[in-house]
């Protein structure tokens, strides 16, 4: 399996980006999928999960109300929309394929992080 993020980039407070996140190597429709960060000094944090129909989503508290996430399975790619960036996300971000869960433990593969920076 291969998961492969994109979309970071530099903006400023107030600002959007969307991250993009395409899966290979298994059927992708089978799986729920998150999103996570870290910032740097910090411990790796769960943003948002969507089962694997895209019925269910969760977000932390951190990012609910201000971040999206949604799932194209004809285009094995999963999203995340966030708006109104603040400097505190700055980190960088990862797509992860498993279970639709909040816990890092629940999640088997990995892609490689995508940079985000919010400028004030």
């Known amino acids: 399996v291969q998961l492969q993020a994109s979309g970071g980039g530099l903006v400023q407070a107030g600002g959007f980006l969307r991250l993009s996140c395409e899966a290979s190597?298994?059927?992708?429709?089978?799986?729920?999928m998150g999103w996570f960060r870290q910032a740097p000094g910090k411990e790796r944090e769960f943003l948002a999960a969507?089962?694997?129909?895209?019925?269910?989503?969760y977000y932390s508290d951190s990012v609910t109300g201000r971040f999206t996430i949604s799932r194209d399975n004809a285009k094995n790619t999963v999203y995340l929309q966030m708006n109104s960036l603040k400097p505190e996300d700055t980190a960088v971000y990862y797509c992860?394929?498993?279970?639709?869960?909040?816990?890092?433990?629940?999640?088997?593969?990995w892609g490689q992080g995508t940079l985000v920076t919010v400028s004030s």
């Open positions: 969507i089962s694997w129909s895209g019925g269910h989503t």
């Open positions: 190597g298994r059927t992708f429709s089978s799986y729920g």
């Open positions: 992860a394929q498993g279970s639709f869960s909040t816990s890092q433990n629940s999640y088997h593969y």
